[in-house]
C-alpha cells in the first residue's frame, strides 16, 4: 500500500495487538506517528496496553504527553494511563491520573485497586475498594478478585468473610479466577476446612479449582489431604499441570512418600510436565525421602537452574548427613554467581554445625548482616546461634540471641542448650525462666534440653526441683 490511511494504519496496529506482538506495536507507532498526524483513543488505548505488557515505564511516559497534547482522553485510555504506571511500579502516578477521572467506571476502580495490590499496598487497595462501595458502583469478578487477594496479603480473615459475603449477596458470578482467590484467601489466612467446605459445594471442579485446594492443603502442611485430593477417583478426569504436580511432589516429600513420588514423576514425564518448577519438585521431594543420589541427577538437567534448585540440593545433602557436599555446591553455587537467600544460608550454617566448622560460619555471619538476614529472618538467626552453641561459643551465641528481632521454641531451646555445652546450668535455668516470663509455653524439647544442662554439671536433682516448682503453671507431659 503506497500511502496508507489513518485508517489502515489503525487496523495494522490493531492487528499485532490481536497477537501479542507488543514491541512491534510499539516499533509500528513509531512509524504511524511519522507518516500520519492523526490519533484517536483507540489507537492510545492499544499503545498503553502494550506498554503495559512490556512494562516500559519511558515509552508510556511519552504517549501520556502525546496525550494530553493532542487528545481528549476518554475513560479508556485514562485506564490505561493507570494501568501503565501502576504495571511500571509508579504506583503515585497511577494515583494521579485515577485522581482527575470523572465519573469513572468499574473499570477505572478496578484498574487502581488491582495495581494497589500488585504494588504491595493491600491495604490502600481496601481503603478504595470502601470508597468505590460508598458511591454505588458495584464491582465485577475482577474488582472482588484483587480485593481477596489484598485480604490474603494481610492475613485479614474477617475482612475476607465479609467480601466472600458481599460476593454471594451481589451475585456476581463465581469464575474460577474468584474461586481461586477465596481458596486462597482462606488457606492463607488459617481456615482450610472453610476453603475445603467451598470447594466441595462447587457445582463444577475444574483443574483450576482442584489444583487450589491441593496447593492449599500442601502450603498448609496437610500432606496427607493433599494426596488423597489428587488420587481421589472422582478427579480422575482432570489432567494435572506442572502447578498440580510441583505440590503433590511436594506433599510426597512432607510425607515421606517415596513410591507414590515416583509414580508422579513418572506421570509427569508422561504429561510432559518436566519444566523448572516441577524438577524443582523433583529435586526436594527425592532428598526429603533420602534418595540424594537421585535428587543430584535431577538437579544436574536442570538447564535453567534458579535459588529454590540451589537451596533443595543443598538441604538435601546437610539434612541426608552429607554437609562437606552441601558446603561443596554451596562453594559452586556463589562461584556460578548464583545469589543465596536466607533459606541458602540456613542450611549450609546447619551444614557448618555437623561439621564444626565455625571459622567458614563465622564469615557467613558477616554475610547474614550484610544482607540484613540476621535480624529479619529467624531461620538465619536460630541457625547461627546453634552453630556457636554446638562449637562451645556460648558468648557469641548470646549475642546472635540477643540481636534476633523474633524468636521461636527452637531459638530458645539452642540457646539453652549452648548454655548446657558449656557446663553452665545456672544460664540455662535462668534463660529458661526468662522464657516463662514471656508467655512462652515450653516443649518437651526444651525440656529435655535443660534437663541434659542440669545433667552435665550433676544438677538433676535441681533441675527436678525448678520444674516442679512451676508445675503448677506450665502445662506439660508429667517427668
Known amino acids: 500500500m503506497p500511502s496508507p490511511d489513518f485508517y489502515s494504519w489503525k487496523v495494522m496496529l490493531r492487528w499485532y495487538f490481536m497477537h501479542n506482538l507488543y514491541a512491534e506495536v510499539m516499533g509500528f507507532y513509531t512509524s504511524m506517528r511519522i507518516c500520519v498526524r492523526e490519533h484517536d483513543n483507540v489507537v492510545f488505548s492499544i499503545v498503553l496496553k502494550a506498554c503495559s505488557e512490556l512494562r516500559d515505564f519511558n515509552e508510556g511516559r511519552k504517549v501520556h504527553c502525546q496525550i494530553v497534547k493532542v487528545a481528549s482522553p476518554d475513560s479508556f ?267 541458602t544460608l540456613a542450611s549450609v550454617l546447619s551444614a557448618c554445625t555437623t561439621l564444626g566448622f565455625l571459622s567458614v560460619g563465622s564469615s557467613l555471619h558477616a554475610h547474614s548482616i550484610k544482607d540484613g538476614l540476621l535480624t529479619s529472618n529467624i531461620y538465619v538467626g536460630t541457625a547461627l546461634l546453634n552453630l556457636y552453641a554446638k562449637c562451645g561459643d556460648a558468648e557469641s551465641a548470646r549475642l546472635v540471641f540477643d540481636g534476633m528481632g523474633v524468636k521461636n521454641t527452637v531459638t530458645w531451646s539452642a540457646m539453652i542448650g549452648g548454655y548446657g555445652v558449656q557446663g553452665d546450668s545456672r544460664g540455662s535455668l535462668a534463660l529458661f525462666s526468662d522464657m516463662l516470663k514471656k508467655h512462652l509455653e515450653p516443649t518437651e524439647v526444651i525440656f529435655t534440653t535443660l534437663l541434659s544442662a542440669c545433667s552435665h554439671t550433676g544438677m538433676v536433682e535441681e533441675g527436678r526441683r525448678y520444674f516442679n516448682s512451676l508445675s503448677r503453671t506450665i502445662t506439660s507431659s508429667p517427668l
Request: aromatic fraction near 8%; charged fraction near 20%.
Open 77 to 343: 485510555v485514562l485506564t490505561g494511563l493507570v494501568d501503565v504506571y501502576a504495571k511500571c511500579g509508579w504506583i503515585e502516578c497511577s494515583r494521579a491520573v485515577f485522581d482527575g477521572i470523572v465519573d469513572g467506571n468499574v473499570v477505572c476502580w478496578t484498574s487502581m485497586i488491582v495495581g494497589y495490590v500488585q504494588n504491595d499496598c493491600p491495604q490502600d487497595g481496601l481503603v478504595l475498594f470502601n470508597r468505590m462501595r460508598e458511591e454505588l458502583i458495584k464491582g465485577n469478578q475482577f474488582t472482588l478478585g484483587s480485593v481477596l487477594t489484598a485480604c490474603t496479603k494481610l492475613r485479614a480473615l474477617h475482612q475476607g468473610k465479609l467480601i466472600h459475603g458481599h460476593l454471594i449477596k451481589t451475585g456476581i458470578e463465581v469464575s474460577s479466577f474468584l474461586v481461586t482467590s477465596l481458596l486462597d484467601m482462606y488457606v492463607k489466612c488459617g481456615d482450610i476446612r472453610y476453603a475445603r467446605s467451598i470447594f466441595d459445594e462447587l457445582p463444577a471442579i475444574d483443574l483450576v479449582s482442584w489444583t487450589a485446594m491441593i496447593v492449599g492443603y500442601t502450603q498448609s502442611g496437610c500432606p496427607d489431604e493433599a494426596l488423597k485430593l489428587f488420587t481421589d477417583e472422582k478427579w480422575v478426569g482432570l489432567l494435572p499441570n506442572s502447578i498440580t504436580t510441583a505440590s503433590v511432589l511436594s506433599s510426597c516429600a512432607q510425607s515421606c512418600n517415596l513410591n507414590l513420588g515416583r509414580s508422579i514423576h513418572g506421570l509427569g514425564i508422561k504429561l510432559g510436565l518436566e519444566d523448572s518448577t516441577v524438577r524443582n519438585a523433583l529435586v526436594d521431594m527425592y532428598a526429603k525421602c533420602h534418595m540424594i543420589g537421585d535428587a543430584r541427577y535431577i538437579f544436574e538437567t536442570i538447564l535453567d537452574k534458579n535459588v529454590i534448585a540451589w537451596n533443595s540440593i543443598i538441604s538435601g545433602y546437610s539434612q541426608n548427613g552429607s554437609a562437606y557436599e552441601a558446603l561443596q555446591l554451596f562453594h559452586q553455587m556463589r562461584s556460578e554467581s548464583f545469589s543465596h537467600d536466607a533459606f
